[in-house]
T-cell receptor
Framework: DSGVTQTPKHLITATGQRVTLRCSPR?????VYWYQQSLDQGLQFLIQ???????AKGNILERFSAQQFPDLHSELNLSSLELGDSALYFC???????????FGDGTRLSIL | GQSLEQPSEVTAVEGAIVQINCTYQ??????LSWYQQHDGGAPTFLSY????GLEETGRFSSFLSRSDSYGYLLLQELQMKDSASYFC??????????FGAGTTVTVRA
């Protein structure tokens, strides 16, 4: 158990819809990261927050947004969903930048 | 931008030694990490190299040469449970972490 909690574990929705994925980091971790992993693909870095502030952006689409709240949990919002957005979305947390990242079990998003 | 290259697949028998190489090109390089991911599971952190040299953690060791933009993960005394995907990842720029495509290790009896 990494200590990182992601909800929901599975999500099935239709094209054009909007969903919110939630992540609670390990106790004490200030950094939260979001990744997308498509079938047979590596992990694509989306965005990172540190203590409530956005610190780094990767290949995150404009239809996607995220935020980290004062209690350090984070949400990833995906809108105008397309079939290609079907993937496993991971959240990870770490004490700080360049520290080992601890991953949650992921949210499997299926777009029908 | 940045790029990482690692072999796509490696197969070995129980008890053997496997070395997974990773070469990278990136600006603002800070360090190299390795993660293990079992099928359908969450990636788990294995090791981190910020300086040149070898880091040993039990049966797993990782090496980095910053001048050669090269690192490797060494898996010793392979066990069936080591069958998984292994990702190298570079820390670069402002707090970014980019993963390679992963190496699938298959351990046979």
């Amino acid at each position: 158990d990494s200590g990182v909690t992601q909800t929901p574990k599975h999500l099935i929705t239709a094209t054009g819809q909007r969903v919110t994925l939630r992540c609670s980091p390990r106790s004490g971790d200030l950094s939260v990261y979001w990744y997308q992993q498509s079938l047979d693909q590596g992990l694509q870095f989306l965005i990172q927050y540190y203590n409530g502030e956005e610190r780094a952006k990767g290949n995150i689409l404009e239809r996607f947004s995220a935020q980290q709240f004062p209690d350090l949990h984070s949400e990833l919002n995906l809108s105008s969903l397309e079939l290609g957005d079907s993937a496993l979305y991971f959240c990870a947390s770490s004490l700080g930048p360049y520290q080992p990242q601890h991953f949650g079990d992921g949210t499997r998003l299926s777009i029908l | 931008g940045q790029s990482l290259e690692q072999p796509s697949e490696v197969t070995a028998v129980e008890g053997a030694i496997v070395q997974i190489n990773c070469t990278y090109q990136t600006s603002g390089f800070y360090g190299l990490s390795w993660y293990q991911q079992h099928d359908g599971g969450a990636p788990t952190f294995l090791s981190y190299n910020g300086l040149d040299g070898l880091e040993e953690t039990g049966r797993f060791s990782s090496f980095l040469s910053r001048s050669d933009s090269y690192g490797y993960l060494l898996l010793q005394e392979l066990q069936m449970k080591d069958s998984a995907s292994y990702f190298c990842a570079v820390h670069w720029g402002d707090y970014k972490l980019s993963f390679g495509a992963g190496t699938t290790v298959t351990v046979r009896a």
